[in-house]
C-alpha cells in the first residue's frame, strides 16, 4: 500500500520555522516526511535535518521522500519523548527549529490491518508502534469500568459513554471482544436509533480516537515534552505544533504560555522574587487554522490548529 498523507498547515508551518539554510531541525512526527522534505530543501550541506517516528511504514516512507537530502538526513525510530536522548546521542545540544504534527497518518488510517479505523474490520490494534505489547484490544478487553468512562468522556467527549462501556462490559463477559467490527456493532446497538439516523458522523469515531489516544498515550507524551524540547531550542529558534483534539491544544497553550511568563508570585508582589525567568515568547497569540483551500482540498484538516514558540 502507497503511503498517502496531504500534509496539514505545510506552508504556514515551514514559514514559522523561520528556516535558516546552515541550521538543525527535527521533525518530531515525521510520518511521509512532507513536513520535513520542505525543511530539508531548504537546507545547506551545512543543514541538519533529524526525523523521528515511532511507525516502521512511516520511517520507510520518509526514508524514500527524503531520499534527495540522505546527506543531511538522519532518521530515527523512536518516541519524540526521547528527543533529548536522540539528539545526544547525535552529539547535538541547541537546535535551531522543532516541529510536531501530532496524531496519526492518513496512511495509518486507512491501512486496514492497523485497526485504526472503524471503516473495515480488523484486530483491535491501534500501536503507533507496533514493538509496543499492548493493543487496543487489552484496553477494550481489560479496562475496568471507569477507566472506560474516563477515556470516553475525556478523550472522545462521547455523550454516550454510559451506554458504550454498558455494553462493552456486557458482550465482554460472554467473549473476547477482538475486532473493529466487532466493536463497531457494540456500539451501534449502544446509541438509540434515532440518534443514529440523524447524526452526521460515524457513530464510532469518537470511541475510536478516545482508545488510541490513551493507548499511545499521546496527551501525556506531548506534556512531558514540550519543556524538554523548548530547552533544547537555541536562541532565535522555534517550535511548531499542529494539534488536532482539543485537549491537545490546549496542553501546548499552556505550556507555551508558562514558558513565556513562568512567574509564580502572587499578583500583588511589587517585584518577582520566584527567580523564574521567561524562556521566549508565544509567537501565535491565536493559533494558526487551515485556509479555506485546505479545507476544501483536505478534509483531516479541519481540526487543526498550529500554535508557534521562539526561544529568547
Ligand atoms: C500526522 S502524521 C505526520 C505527517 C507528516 N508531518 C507529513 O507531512 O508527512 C503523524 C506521525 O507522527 C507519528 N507519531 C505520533 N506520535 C508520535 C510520538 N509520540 N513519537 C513518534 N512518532 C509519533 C505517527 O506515527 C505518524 O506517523
Redesign the pocket.
Known sequence: MEFE?I?VLLNETVKNLNIKPDGIYV?????????SGEVARRLSGQGRLIG????EA?ICAATKHLEPWSEHVTIVR????NMCEVLNSLGIDKVDGILL?????SY?LDAADRGFTYRVDAPLDMR?DQRNPMTAKDIINNYSEDELLRILWDYGEEKYARQIVGKILKARQDHTIETTGELVDIIRQAIPAKVLKKSQGHPAKRTFQAIRIEL?A?LD?LKESINEMIDRLAPGGRICIITFHSLEDRIVKTMFKQNENPCTCPPSFPICVCGKQSKGRVITRKPILPSDDELLHNSRSKSAKLRVFERI
Do not use: F, K, P, W
Open positions: 498523507h500534509s521533525d518530531g512526527t515525521l510520518g511521509g516526511g512532507g513536513h523521528i517516528d515511532q511507525d512511516a523512536s518516541n519524540y519523548r504534527d501530532l496524531g496519526v497518518s495509518q503507533m499511545n499521546e507524551v
